[in-house]
């Protein structure tokens, strides 16, 4: 189930804008490719990320992964229960496994995302690749 | 056939299976024109003529040299016992422990071996271990530069000439400003490494003992870089750490060293074995294989290697290291050294060296011309010395009476024409000793 | 099994030290000691022994079985090489002893065995020089990207992405990077080769050389390979040969006959050194003649009156990447390797190794999907997609292996095909050997499909079973300490 009130990047994040700040995750789909997180690197508050840049990385014991910022803006929380369960990301991955909160600088960006709809479209497409 | 088993008549059924006329056949994918003909290397020889051809070049090396060689690398007596256990196959024909169901022995001796170098250094974490110590000292750097976030290092003069010519060569095109400091006196001179610390600076590299041999006690040092937020890395020779205050307790953040003395033979530069360990907060920007311990389904204790996502078979580019085959069968051998010399007898082994350095010094003071270089320092086991005339034509003469006198400087240091850098170990009787005093003074007044 | 420090007993001593008569005077100022002793093991020898001894049989090696690993040449260790590297006239020999004048006199017998593999080695692949410097196959590829790098550097070009294909093993990348280089993956075509129209689209002047091994990781030979040579060194571009694959091409083909102008070998691997349980391994590095000059210094030459010396007079060399003159032990070890198979038995090695690898496929090509239906070389790369449909995937295969006293073949290498199973019987391995492991691979096959509860579990025969990885990344515990005010190895 994708959840209907997000909006969703190509590189699999999704991100819920309240106001002028975002919360930032990765997908289902992406924890559940991940395998066990066991490990986030949480990006830097204040850090000014442009859309598209590397926030920050996600290891499981098979992979790292980049997470990226799906819009502009400036990094002013990061989700600091995941140093300790860093496998919140892989149980509530649009809930308690949320990661960043980013106050966009371009809200305009928004509308270049994808909503649940072209987001499981795009799923199933990349699956036949 | 050496170590092939399959007779004719098996390569047969076997080509019969695979639908193949021949074994050329198979090879049918490679054009004819880019294959080879026959090699210019000689025919295959028994196990026999291996053996014998092998001995003869052994013999065309000076065996028996009484050897007061140095610099990094020490002849330390290596138990029987420690060769038995390592020429175990399930030790040396094992791959690396990727499927540690059946990797266990590997497993729990690297774990085991990560907790000897972290009780040694008085560190919190260990790697399964690194190429050799320049390369550790190489790899410390990066590690530095990666938890700072900062392009500027310092190198101080009295770290092993070798390795400031191997990481000079591994980051001179890496946009990494290397600074190295000038000694006073055979120590790292304060003010000058003080001058060179700034915001941008993100480690000192110091060793100790030092290359001349001398001791030091670099807190101050940790201090001075840790007030502008770098690091300290520390390379260290393991067995002064008998004796000596280990590199954790002077404010050590990174600690690093060449293992060749916890039992590797010296074996003409190799294999040796390079130890990194850290602080605990920095573990996940170590480099190298790490052993952790867990428990199965059953609730039953063991090892696997982890925190994997650091290495090149998962993060690639990204990796903290390109390293994959590392020294495990080294790691182990120092292991098993330590494990048999035991609390007191690395102690014991520290102090035997000390004391029979202190004794040649002794005799060589004796000998007329020859005075201490940096004698105002402390040293364990290895010294320079002032010689009347250069010190290599003097190494010449005592190969001819079958002694290694020690290593001249001026082969790094061209202005120590003079000096000779003298390393003494357990294995150095008095009779060695005194025999390389006399012959230094026939050789000096004759 | 409990921890070795747990094992002790304050107060027992292992072995007693030499030199114990020592004369002279300790002096060194209390504030430069330790105060207090490290906590290292107190046993006695033969606990010790025990201990170890217990140790060895938890573990498996190429002396207890079979090691189907693909890219890793798993082939017998020869025993006559373990005893040459005994000999005292090497073992004892100081790294330091040629660095001086007349030095060098002292170690002629060593100074010959670097020489004769440097020959030997050159005339394998077909290159002009070769360093011994590089301490493994990594390492090895790093100073390959140095040498790239240093050559670049000479000709004024300017050049910013090293190529390898998307099939490349994990250090390929990694070592480039090291170096400086941004990477580029080409993508394969379908038939498991390289695809020649990626390739041309991303050949451009920036490109400073491509990173490969062949036959490539899926075991297959690409025809093509001069064709890429030829597009590579259009742009002044190297090409650099990962030797992990040379096991197929041993004294059949040579890399620089093929349009390589640099090589590394992994010692460990094609010349049976051992593994070690992850080294020392070895991983020399060989050049054409136009890079010569860029090798790590020192050289070993040879004077007229046929005396060998060290030469460090090469202002264009890319400096050290090793103390010393490489891994000599190890170095040794691979000699005698090459003087026993001579040139006929390098030949049979080869030939061998496409024989077991092409029987094995032919074999289980039936019960598991072949991503390439096609002979392969030393190597075969099956997908376990099939029975993963099922439930069963290629990592619960490989611990059933376990449970059937075989070692895991390499699982999700290389990255391209899903499921993927390599497989590399190496020349050394029986028809025997190869039938008890396709037996044993049907047998789990036919289970995947009629019950694939008995192959989802394993291994159970062994002392622990899967063991919890996750656990052990987010609370890592990497270390026994002492219980020492508070401290708990955590």
Known sequence: MIPEDLSYSDQNEWIRAEGNVGTVGITDHAQDALGDVTF????????????????????????????????????????????????????????????????????????????????????????EH | ???????????????????????????????????CGELNVPRGLTEQEVRTRIAALADRNSGGLVSFLGGGFYDHFIPAALDAIVSRSEFYTAYTPYQPEISQGTLQAIYEYQSAICRLTDMEVANASLYDGGTAVYEAIMMALRITGRRKVVVDETVSPIYRKMVRSYTSNLGIALVETPAAEGLPDRDAVAEQIDGDTAAVIVQNPNFFGCIDDVTDLAELVHQRGGLLVVSCYPISLGLLKPPGQMGADIVVGEGQSLGMPLSFGGPYLGLMASRLKYVRKMPGRIA???????????????????????????????????????????????????KEGLVELARICAA??????????????????????????EFVVNLPMAADKVIRGLFGRGLAAGFPLVRYFPEMNNCLLVAVTEQRTKEDMDFLAHSLEVILCG | ??????????????????????????????????????????????????????????????????????????????????????????????????????GEMMVQGALAVLKEMDRLLSEICGMAAFTMQPLAGAHGELTGAMIIAAYHRSRGNQKTTILI?????????????????????????????????ALRAVVDDGVAGMMLTCPNTLGLFNPRIKQIADLIHSVDGLMYYDGANLNALLARCRPGDLGFDIVHLNLHKTFATPHGGGGPGAGPVGVVERLVDFLPASVVRERPDGSYYLDYDRPKSIG?????????????RAYAYILMLGREGLLRASANALLNANYVLARLKDHYDLPYNRRCMHECVFSASRQAAGG?????????????????????????????????????????????????????????????????????????????ETLAARKPDLVSLPAVEGQDGR
């Open chain 1, 40 to 127: 986030v690197e949480l990006p830097v508050t204040g850090a000014e990320l442009a859309k598209g840049q590397e926030a920050c990385a996600i290891e499981s014991t098979k992979a790292a992964v980049s997470v990226y910022a799906p819009v502009s803006g400036k990094v002013v929380e990061a989700n600091a229960e995941l140093e300790d369960d860093p496998g919140l990301v892989n149980s509530s991955p649009y809930g308690d496994g949320w990661i960043y909160k980013i106050e966009l600088s371009a809200p305009a960006e928004l509308t270049s995302l994808m909503d649940a709809a072209q987001y499981g479209d795009f799923l199933a497409t990349e699956g």
């Open chain 2, 1 to 35: 056939m050496p170590f092939i088993a399959n007779t004719k008549a098996q390569r047969e059924q076997m080509l019969a299976a695979i639908g193949s006329e021949s074994v050329e056949e198979l090879f049918a994918d490679i054009p004819p024109d880019l294959q």
């Open chain 2, 292 to 342: 952790g311990r867990t428990v199965d389904a059953r609730g039953r204790k063991g090892f696997v290697l982890t925190l994997q996502a650091r290495e090149q078979h998962i993060r690639r580019e990204r990796a903290t290291s390109n390293i994959c085959t590392n020294e495990g069968l080294c790691a182990l051998r120092a292991l098993v050294y330590l494990s048999l010399l035991g």
């Open chain 2, 356 to 381: 029979k350095a202190d004794y040649l010094r002794g005799r060589l003071l004796a000998v007329p011309g020859v005075t201490m270089r940096f004698g105002h320092r402390s040293h364990l086991n």
């Open chain 3, 1 to 102: 099994m409990r921890l070795i420090f747990d094992k002790s007993v304050p107060g027992r001593r292992g072995v007693r030290n030499a030199g114990g008569d020592a004369e002279g005077k300790v002096s060194i100022p209390q504030h430069l000691l330790r105060e207090r002793p490290a906590e290292l093991p107190e046993l006695s020898e033969l606990d010790l022994v025990r201990h170890f001894t217990e140790l060895s049989r938890r573990n498996f090696g190429v002396d207890t079985g079979f090691y189907p690993l693909g890219s890793c040449t798993m082939k017998y260790n020869p025993k006559v090489a373990e005893h040459i590297a005994q000999y005292p006239g090497f073992a004892d020999l100081h790294p330091l002893i040629p660095q001086f004048p007349g």
């Open chain 3, 165 to 197: 294909p998307d099939s490349a093993h994990g250090t390929n990348p990694a070592s480039a990077a090291i170096a400086g280089y941004d990477v580029k993956a080409v993508a394969s075509d379908a038939n498991g080769a390289m695809d020649m129209a």
């Open chain 3, 320 to 332: 050290y990447v090793a103390p010393f003159y490489g891994n000599f032990a190890i170095i040794l």
């Open chain 3, 392 to 468: 069963v995937r290629a990592f619960h295969i490989a611990k059933a292996l376990i449970d059937r006293g075989i070692h895991p073949m390499t699982i999700y290498f290389p990255l391209t095909v899903p499921e993927a199973m390599m497989i590399e019987p190496t020349e050394t391995e029986s028809k025997e050997t190869l039938d008890a492991f396709v037996d044993a691979m049907i047998e789990i096959a036919d289970l995947a499909r009629d019950d694939p509860e008995q192959v989802v579990g394993c291994p159970r025969t062994t002392p622990v079973g899967q063991l919890d």
